[in-house]
């Protein structure tokens, strides 16, 4: 297994950015292909953005495409989601989570991080 610590969440007003970072260890970070999922109260929690095991592929939810940026250094062995002018929507506990496959269900992944909580005030 692998295990998975967010971090960089926080309070923002609407229009401003925030980094999140997820820490990972455990087993071979390089292998693993790394989602970013988020759950508003009341809501499902849904597929935000996804990178493969060697970076070549990204997909993103369209509700933020063109404003999230997910990377990876495999060398840190750490995931990130750039969020750039972020909306009252966006507001949620953002999850990453680790799989041996890319993909926008959160059944393909097997491992989750605790989560971090993201406010953008309007």
């Known amino acids: 297994q692998v295990q998975l610590v967010e971090s960089g969440g926080g309070l923002v007003q609407a229009g401003g950015s925030l980094r999140l970072s997820c820490a990972a260890s455990?087993?071979?970070?390089?292998?693993?292909?790394m989602g970013w999922f988020r759950q508003a109260p009341g809501k499902d929690r849904e597929f935000v953005a996804v990178v493969s095991w060697n970076g070549d592929t990204v997909y993103y939810a369209p509700a933020v495409k063109g404003r999230f940026t997910i990377s990876r250094d495999n060398a840190k062995s750490t995931v990130y989601l750039q969020m750039n002018s972020l909306k009252p929507e966006d507001t949620a506990v953002y999850y990453c989570a680790a799989g041996w496959h890319a993909g926008s269900s959160t059944r393909m992944y097997d491992d989750w991080g605790q989560g971090t909580q993201v406010t953008v005030s309007s």
């Open positions: 455990g087993r071979t970070f390089s292998s693993t292909a």
